[in-house]
């Protein structure tokens, strides 16, 4: 092994190294806020109109993730520093959502402060994870993507492993302190500890405005027939899965029932099944980013999560018990853990452009928060139409299983 190569895998793994943390922390603050401050806060508030106030502010977090996923991206693709091209804005939006999050989130000045407040919030972290995300095409060679997409990919369940036991255990003020801190300094610590170095001053580097000559301009990557597939295929795969994730509190609490919960508490009932659900998900990660760049079969694997996702969905359904939610959160995690340790490699692998690799990746996570729009009004509606929760885990089974079709129709990755 010659000395580049040496000096070459170990800047790989401190990056990675540093990476991840970073991103663990802002999908601590995305859990922890979504899953527990925000429905505890409308419960308090509003109790008798809590799923559809729920709905209406996750609709207005969705919409700020649409607006500045693409946005952050399409901007970092532009700029040009002496710290790089990320750096800038990763910094940045690491301190605006810190400030965010201390001064703006005050759910005891009622309902639309506190949505105000959020979609501010998500604002500022997709801004940040426009940045964070677009570090993989940049700087992790094709070779190795499965593996770094599988750590990277580690910063969820971590992340919201993290974010849900301060919730549960630290009031909001407390825990809004605790999350912001983290946020950066995992931030100082990644931008310092692996520097990105000055932005290359090129002709093939985009310097046109933002969104080109038209508004819609940050888009054109659709006109890929895989890229499209691509972002099909994840949307879809989220609104499945989101429709119950975002009622996952009232699930427990309405749908298996309280006195069947550990503890008979709907928020330590959510903390025991996520935390078992990464448990499995993390080493399953891990061993298929490893089996994805060694095999190079990326799509095989998202279309045998997708369907196994759609599976275990069904578990609930037919067992509506605390026994059914375990049986659930384990296969589920499994699926999950495989999905989230190619899919991000997937995405990087079909971008079609690689002057606009920021801004293309990011659009490639607008799905997610697409889904994130639809699926409060789709999920409010299935319960209100239904009577019950039971309708969302088949609904979701049928969207996971879709997914993995659509996915199978791409043709440039295995």
């Given at each position: 092994m010659?000395?580049?190569t040496?000096?070459a ?12 943390p ?5 999908y ?5 806020v979504?899953?527990i401050?925000?429905?505890?806060s409308l419960?308090?508030v509003d109790p008798?109109?809590k799923?559809?106030r729920l ?5 207005l ?5 649409i607006?500045?996923?693409p ?7 532009r ?10 804005w ?6 605006a959502?810190?400030?965010v999050l ?14 105000l407040?959020c979609?501010l919030l998500?604002?500022?972290l997709?801004?940040?994870?426009a ?8 700087r992790v060679?094709?070779a190795?993507r499965?593996?770094a997409?599988?750590?990277?990919g ?11 036991n301060?919730a549960?255990?630290?009031g ?14 995992l ?7 692996a520097p990105e170095?000055?932005?290359p ?7 046109e ?9 940050v888009f054109?990557?659709?006109r890929?027939?895989?890229f499209?597939?691509?972002f099909f295929s994840?949307?879809?795969?989220f609104l499945s ?11 427990f ?6 006195d069947?919960?550990?503890r008979?508490d709907?928020a330590?009932?959510?903390t025991?099944a ?5 448990a499995?998900?993390v080493p399953t990660s ?9 095999y190079r079969?990326?799509k095989?694997y998202v279309v045998v999560a997708?369907?196994?996702?759609g599976l ?6 037919f067992?509506p018990?605390?026994?059914?939610i375990v049986?659930y ?11 989230m340790a ?8 079909v971008?079609?452009?690689?002057r606009?690799?920021?801004?293309d990746?990011?659009?490639l996570?607008v799905a997610?928060?697409?889904a994130?729009?639809?699926?409060p009004a ?5 319960i209100a139409?239904?009577?019950g ?7 979701g089974a049928?969207?996971?299983i879709?997914?993995?079709l659509i996915a199978w ?6």
């Amino acid at each position: 092994m010659t000395d580049a190569t040496l000096g070459a895998r170990v800047g790989q793994t401190r990056l990675l190294a540093l990476i991840l943390p970073a991103t663990g922390a802002l999908y601590a603050i995305y859990n922890a806020v979504q899953n527990i401050y925000l429905p505890a806060s409308l419960e308090a508030v509003d109790p008798a109109r809590k799923i559809e106030r729920l709905a209406i502010i996750t609709t207005l977090l969705s919409v700020a993730s649409i607006v500045a996923l693409p946005l952050g991206g399409a901007l970092s693709d532009r700029t040009r520093s002496r710290f790089g091209r990320r750096t800038p804005w990763l910094v940045g939006s690491a301190l605006a959502a810190a400030a965010v999050l201390l001064l703006a989130f005050r759910p005891a000045y009622g309902v639309v402060f506190l949505g105000l407040g959020c979609a501010l919030l998500w604002f500022t972290l997709n801004l940040y994870q426009a940045a964070i995300t677009a570090v993989l095409p940049d700087r992790v060679p094709p070779a190795r993507r499965g593996l770094a997409s599988s750590i990277i990919g580690l910063a969820t369940p971590l992340g919201l492993v993290a974010g849900l036991n301060l919730a549960a255990n630290l009031g909001p003020r407390a825990g809004h302190l605790v999350l912001a801190a983290a946020l950066v300094v995992l931030t100082l610590a990644f931008v310092l500890g692996a520097p990105e170095g000055p932005s290359p001053v090129a002709p093939d580097l985009p310097r046109e405005p933002v969104f080109g000559r038209r508004l819609l301009a940050v888009f054109e990557g659709f006109r890929d027939r895989d890229f499209r597939l691509a972002f099909f295929s994840g949307a879809l795969f989220f609104l499945s899965v989101l429709l119950i994730s975002n009622y996952t509190y009232y699930i427990f609490s309405d749908y298996i029932g309280l006195d069947d919960l550990p503890r008979h508490d709907a928020a330590h009932g959510t903390t025991v099944a996520l935390t078992i659900n990464v448990a499995v998900w993390v080493p399953t990660s891990v061993l298929f980013g490893y089996l994805a760049d060694r095999y190079r079969r990326h799509k095989l694997y998202v279309v045998v999560a997708s369907v196994g996702m759609g599976l275990s969905l069904l578990f609930p359904l037919f067992l509506p018990t605390w026994t059914g939610i375990v049986l659930y959160t384990v296969a589920g995690g499994i699926a999950f853990g495989v999905y989230m340790a190619v899919d991000l490699a997937l995405m990087s692998l079909v971008l079609p452009d690689r002057r606009r690799q920021g801004r293309d990746l990011a659009v490639l996570a607008v799905a997610g928060s697409g889904a994130e729009l639809l699926s409060p009004a789709l999920g409010g509606g299935i319960i209100a139409l239904t009577g019950g929760y039971g309708a969302l885990f088949a609904a979701g089974a049928v969207g996971t299983i879709i997914s993995g079709l659509i996915a199978w129709r791409i043709k440039g990755v295995r």
